[in-house]
């Protein structure tokens, strides 16, 4: 059995395909993982792309779909995975050389429910270095809903290692965007030990022109804005279970709604289609009691101040 199931999401990316894909195949100890390629009803060559390499290698194994979106190419893959944990790579980015080995290394070690790692940006094609001491921190669950809450880590799954069993009753959200927001709050809840790695493992390509993240329209900014609603509701009910302080979940809730508004107001305008979502933004920013701006500095404090400046003298 492969103690790894890296899942690899392709649609149209015959581009990136080869370099995602070498980067794991030539991975150290690369057979003790598994590597499943699911293929979303691609139009290029991705899909024979993703055949050349599960016809080459016994542990890369290719499954083709018709396309239903990231999420439900995701699912597929969980519902075959063999792993005992599990990874997710999108398509157009990369892992250092050693993620294998050392993802072995550190679950045989402390025995976690997850690892999150760091990650460096691609800004210019093939332009980046890992980096870090490979020093591990061990947390806890309520640790970990702290340092979300705080941008210490981000909502991307793709920047954590999982125990298969985290999934168990956890699917993502098909057909919406920014369905990680949606999925990792929750996978958060359902551990009891983390590990957090110093080191850059992912390489993410921001590059592509392709990507949701450089896709903003109305559509999609509703469902950011419904995810957020979700995640923050269940953590304040968790909050309130548990008795922690929640001061920064709001400042969270204000940080992710400012982000919202500005993208529309910004990249689409103000119109017919936009101008419900924006109210009630406005709205809900407003009800926020204003910050303490020292304890902001872990959220974009220039947004928030471009924010409350603009509407300084608006009712």
Do not use: W
Request: hydrophobic share 30%.
């Amino acid at each position: 059995m492969y103690f790894l199931s890296i899942v690899v999401p392709v649609y149209n990316v015959e581009k990136y395909l080869k370099r995602c894909v070498d980067s794991l195949v030539n991975q150290d100890m690369s057979d003790k993982a598994e590597i499943l390629l699911i293929d979303d009803g691609s139009t290029d060559s991705s899909g024979s792309i993703c055949d050349s390499y599960s016809d080459r290698y016994e542990n890369v194994k290719t499954i083709h779909k018709t396309n239903g979106g990231l999420s439900d190419a995701r699912n597929c893959a969980l519902d075959v995975a063999a792993g005992k944990f599990i990874s997710f790579i999108d398509s157009d980015d990369l892992v250092s050389d050693s993620y294998v080995r050392d993802m072995f290394e550190f679950i045989n070690k402390h025995d976690p429910d997850l690892i999150s790692y760091g990650y460096v940006f691609e800004k210019t094609a093939d332009q980046y270095s890992f980096k870090g001491d490979k020093n591990v921190t061990v947390k806890t669950r309520d640790e970990m809903i702290d340092a979300l809450m705080k941008n210490i880590i981000g909502n991307q799954v793709c920047f954590n290692l999982y125990r298969r069993e985290l999934f168990d009753g956890i699917r993502f959200p098909v057909g919406r965007a920014y369905e990680d927001i949606s999925t990792l709050y929750r996978i958060l809840l359902k551990t009891e030990k983390s590990v957090c790695v110093n080191y850059t493992y992912y390489v993410y390509n921001i590059t592509n022109s392709n990507s949701i993240t450089k896709t903003t329209n109305i559509k999609n900014m509703n469902n950011m804005y419904t995810a957020v609603n979700e995640q923050c509701e269940a953590l304040e009910k968790y909050y309130e279970k548990t008795g922690s302080d929640k001061e920064y979940l709001n400042y969270y809730k204000l940080d992710k709604y400012i982000y919202i508004y500005l993208k529309i107001t910004r990249e689409i305008g103000y119109n017919d289609e936009t101008k419900d979502l924006i109210s009630e933004l406005e709205d809900r920013i407003n009800k926020i009691k204003r910050c303490n701006l020292i304890r902001f500095r872990y959220y974009n404090l220039k947004k928030y101040l471009y924010y409350r400046l603009t509407h300084l003298f608006r009712r």
